[in-house]
């Protein structure tokens, strides 16, 4: 469903706000993408964490990502408004977990999360379409970078050994 129109509550609404990822989800182009950019700054502050501490922080903000997408939504009166993108966020942040620095990786991260998100492969279509309300919009992004790490941790495999 296209959505041409944002509401001004992204600007004035502080939870807003951060569900359209810091205003990001507002770009009437590719506003999912333009929201994962938001991870990457965020994913640069946390990469020297342990690995733990990272998973923290991952695991709170997918709990505090639920309460945020059903809260918006639920203002919005739609669900999963293409303009929430704090399923992004989280996303490509799992994406990188325990990911090599360096550019190369983010980029890498970067284009695979994306590539899951929008293809929607099994069972990420069926989480899509399935699940409803706060966890449905954030889960599915959140096996999309699943899908993403895997992917990238077998290519550190391949190209690291």
């Known amino acids: 469903m296209k959505v041409?129109?944002?509401p001004s509550s992204v600007w004035r609404n502080p939870i807003h706000f951060i569900a359209f990822g810091f205003g990001t989800g507002t770009s009437r182009v590719a506003p999912g993408t333009c929201g994962t950019l938001v991870a990457i700054p965020l994913f640069i502050l946390l990469q020297d964490q342990t690995i733990l501490m990272y998973l923290f922080y991952v695991i709170v903000l997918f709990f505090f990502g639920i309460w945020i997408c059903a809260v918006t939504?639920?203002?919005?009166?739609?669900?999963?408004?293409?303009?929430?993108?704090?399923?992004?966020?989280t996303g490509f942040l799992l994406a990188m977990t325990a990911s090599p620095p360096g550019w190369l990786w983010i980029v890498c991260g970067f284009l695979l999360f994306r590539l899951f998100d929008i293809w929607k492969p099994w069972p990420i279509h069926v989480i899509d379409r399935k699940l409803g309300g706060g966890l449905g919009i954030m889960l599915d992004d959140v096996v999309a970078g699943l899908f993403a790490m895997m992917v990238l941790q077998?290519?550190?495999?391949?190209?690291s050994g």
């Open 73 to 89: 939504s639920r203002d919005l009166g739609m669900e999963d408004h293409p303009g929430i993108v704090i399923d992004e966020i």
């Open 4 to 6: 041409t129109k944002y």
């Open 154 to 159: 077998l290519m550190t495999i391949i190209f």
